[in-house]
Structures are given as C-alpha cells and as structure tokens.
C-alpha cells in the first residue's frame, strides 16, 4: 500500500513542496528512509515511534519505505517528523482521511507526541499557496505566521492527536490573524527618537537625505561626538515597511530561526550592527550548510558597521558585489541559493588612529604615513559604493546643556517618505530600481540632468577639489535626492553644492 503526504523544504529563503512517499509491503520488519536525508531527519525514527506510541497508534510492523521526492534535492530540518508520522499512519490505516491531496504538513515531534515549531514556515505557506494547497498544517507556536499568508488555510496544532483529529474529522477552525494591528504595533520611534540627539543639525540633515535616496554613508567623527547614537535612530526616519517588504524580511528570520517569539511578522525596519571581529561568512552569508549572514539580514533595513577600519578587509571586500546587486549567492556543489540583500550601509570610523582630526602641528597627533595606513584598510571600490561622506564635529557644552528639541523622528520622515513617493513615481516601469541610489550609470545620466551653472559648478569642483571620477555618478543621484526633498523636478546649483560637500574622504589633501 502507497501514501504519499505532502511537506516541503526550504531553500534560501523560498521553500520547495516535497513528497514523503511511504510504502508497506509484507516482509521481514524493516525502515528505510531515502532521498537525501540529513542526519536530523535520518533520525526521525525514532522520535516518531516515540510519539506515535504515546499518542494511542503505534509504528507500522512491516517493510516500509519513506522516500522524499524529489530525492536529489538534500533535506535537512526536522519538519519532516510530522508528515512522516501522518504517512506511516495512513499506509498502515491506523489513519483514513481523503484530505492528503489539498494538505501540506509541517512539523518536529516531540517524544511524548506534542510539535514543536520550526524555522521557515513562512516561506512554506507561501509556497503551499502558490501550488494550490488548500490547507497547511504547522505547530501551534508557528500558527500566526504561517497565517499571515491569505489564501490558504491554516491549522495549528500542540499535539499529534489533534492532527490526527482534524484529518479525520475536520475538528477545528483556520487560524486568522489581523495583519493591519501587527503594523499598528510598530513603536520602535517611541523607543528612539531624533529629537535626543543635540546639536549636529548638518549630521541629521545629511542622514535625512540618505534616508530619502536610500543611500549608504560613512560618518567621520571623534568618539563621542554621537555617531552611534544618530546611526541607531536611522530606522525611525526611514519610510514604514510595506507588506511585501515585511514578508520578505520575514523570510530570511524565519529560515535563520531568528523570528522572535510570539512574533508573526517583522514590521520594524530591520537594523544590524555586527562586531568588527566578524568573519566573511557570518557578514555575506555561507557555511556548509548555507544561511544567511548580516547583510541579509538587514534586508530592507540598516546594516551598521561601527569602526569601519577595523574591519578585516577581505570582510569588506566580499560585501561589495551584493551591495551592488542587492542579493547574495552561494554556491555549493549539490545546490546554490540566494538571499537578499537590498540594505542601507551606514559606516562611522574615526578621522585619524589617535581619534581625532588630522592636525599637522600637533606632535602627539598621527603621522602622515600613519594616517595613510589607517585610511587604506578602506579599498577605494569600497568606498565608492558609499555615496555620503558626514564629517562629524563634537557638541559644544552649550548644545549638549540645551533644554530644546530638535525635530522628532516622525516629522524628518514625513519628509523622507514624500520624497520617496516621487521616486517610486518616476521608476515605475523601471526594474529593480526603487529609489535614487539603486540607478545605475545610464539611468542617472538620463534622469540626473544639469544645467549649465549646475555643470559648471561640478566640474569646477572636481577639478579644483581634486574629486576622483568614481565621485562623479555619486554626487548626481545625491543631488537628485536633495531637488526631491525639496519638491524640485529640476537640480539646481544648491543641489550640487550642497552634494559635493558630502564627498569630503575623495577630496586630494584631505589628510591637511
């Protein structure tokens, strides 16, 4: 006799439906798994005879044979330990249901017949739903976020028996969850707010502009001087997460098993901030088994590396190809995936190794040979994909004592996002380009046009500034940013002027 039960794989961050085919025929008692099984599922074994045995059914006596297909696609994870257990029970009729055919399963057994969640249900509900799937059955902890996916039915469960229920007779209702009260939720600029910050009103104005293009800055200061704590407040400015972008940075947490408990949806601008002592593959992504590293998992969000020159420099050398392509790949021999990586990079590094401006006179200051070396741990192909320079001076006693606010977060973004609007209005019908620093060099000569004083100015302070050429694309889409912060459909002079002072580490001399 034949069951086949359907499950699914995830790979990357999307999920690939899966058949667990069981097969019992007379014979010596004998378990066979096939397919590719990991070690974790190879061990399902037992765990399931466990369950089955504490949940009034018992292990089929006979030859049986479990194959997932499609078998040269590897499978790993424990979600498999459900529809296995549901599969053994059919074939051996200890089971009888008609709802296998429209059902997807998911889920690890405990010993005593109870599920335990999973990492990746997300991705899997949408699969199910693009494949058709009428219902997915999942764990009770991985209910609401398996049912943030419409158009599918979802089913949740604490133990074996309940599942076993519900197959046979239909007991329960498909868990609902109100998506619109998850987003209401989001009170990360009750937490965090610019209006803290003192002072440092150009460092606010200049971190306004990159939050309005989507552009990836660096910040040059003396600790102390707020760097950090204006980089942490960068997700509070930047525009709400749609839903698609929610799901989407969802997935990569859900597969990486880093969705926080309870939680159903990420709906807060991610924002990550890795220790300088990180390796390559924990930054980009990879292993043996492939997952996603911190420039993936600021998706949609910030990726902020403090010290930016103590980063090891292969480190920063392998973000460069997926922050020009917005993905990761990985490659190895049976499979490759890919992860996104759409982020904003917010770098800050100190202007010299003392900590301190270069100053020539001073003789307990850097050296310049010393000030080269620390300045060249940055490559210049990775700082040209860093559109804004932000000089960062200390606060004054005068600013720092002061009793009033600046602008609070939700008033700089009001601005941001209506300056995102008429990017998402020019772009449409361009692909993978929504907003102004995801242009590529055609795209920004064609929607970046100067006029005359305009072109005279940048070509006078390239010329006179010492600014390399790869500056050049920089300061048009900067530029662009600024004409739409200020509802401008042309870029004026002030634009440029206002761009070019954003490129103080291309300057030549700039070490005094």
Request: proline share 6%; net charge negative; hydrophobic share 40%.
């Amino acid at each position: 006799m034949l069951s086949r039960v359907y499950s699914a794989a995830t790979i990357g961050v999307d999920a690939k439906i899966i058949e667990v085919e069981t097969n019992m025929s007379s014979g010596m008692p004998k378990y066979f798994l096939v397919g590719l099984p990991d070690r974790a599922v190879s061990e399902s074994s037992d765990r399931i005879e466990a369950a089955l045995s504490n949940s009034d059914a018992s292990f089929p006596r006979g030859r049986v044979t479990v194959n997932l297909a499609p078998a040269d696609l590897p499978k790993e994870g424990s979600a498999f330990d459900l529809p296995i257990a549901v599969g053994l029970l059919n074939v051996s009729r200890q089971l009888k249901t008609d709802k296998l055919d429209s059902t997807l399963i998911v889920g690890e057994l405990a010993l005593d017949g109870k599920l335990r969640p999973i990492n990746g249900v997300l991705p899997v509900a949408v699969e199910a739903q693009k494949q058709g799937m009428e219902n997915i059955i999942v764990p009770a902890d991985n209910g609401p976020e398996a049912a943030v996916v419409e158009g599918i039915n979802v089913y949740a469960f604490e133990k074996l028996v309940d599942v076993m229920a519900w197959l046979e007779d239909d007991v329960g209702e498909p868990l609902r969850v109100d998506i619109d009260e998850m987003f209401s939720k989001n009170g990360q600029g009750e937490i965090l707010d610019f209006s803290d910050v003192r002072g440092q009103e150009n460092v606010k104005r200049a971190l306004e502009v990159a939050a309005a293009g989507g552009h990836n800055a660096v910040m040059v200061g003396p600790p102390g001087s707020g760097k950090t704590m204006m980089a942490r407040r960068l997700p509070t400015i930047l525009p709400p997460l749609t839903l698609d972008e929610a799901l989407e940075t969802t997935k990569i947490h859900s597969v990486s098993g880093l969705l926080p408990s309870g939680k159903a949806l990420v709906t807060q601008r991610p924002f990550r901030s890795p220790h300088h002592t990180v390796s390559d593959v924990a930054l980009v992504g990879g292993g043996s088994i492939p997952m996603p590293g911190e420039i993936s998992m600021a998706h949609n969000g910030v990726l902020f590396l403090d010290e930016l020159p103590e980063f090891k420099r292969s480190a920063l050398e392998v973000m460069r190809q997926p922050l020009e392509d917005g993905s990761v790949s990985i490659s190895r021999a049976r499979m490759s995936v890919s992860y996104p990586s759409r982020i904003m990079l917010v770098a800050s590094m100190n202007p010299s190794p003392t900590g301190d401006w270069y100053d020539a006179s001073d003789p307990a200051g850097a050296s310049p040979a010393q000030m080269q070396r620390y300045l060249s741990k940055i490559s210049g192909p990775m700082l040209d994909r860093i559109d804004l320079h932000i000089e960062v001076q200390k606060v004054s006693y005068e600013e720092l004592s002061s009793k009033s606010k600046g602008e609070t977060s939700q008033e700089i973004r009001e601005r941001v996002v209506e300056a995102r609007e008429r990017q998402t209005q020019r772009f449409l019908g361009v692909k993978g380009v929504y907003c102004n620093a995801q242009m590529n060099t055609k795209t920004s000569r064609k929607i970046c046009k100067l006029d005359d004083s305009s072109s005279q100015m940048l070509k006078k302070a390239i010329t006179s500034l010492g600014l390399s050429a790869r500056a050049y694309d920089r300061i048009l889409k900067v530029s662009r940013t600024i004409a739409d912060l200020e509802h401008s459909e042309e870029i004026r002079p002030n634009h440029v002027a206002e761009a070019i002072q954003y490129r103080s580490l291309d300057r030549e001399g700039w070490l005094g």
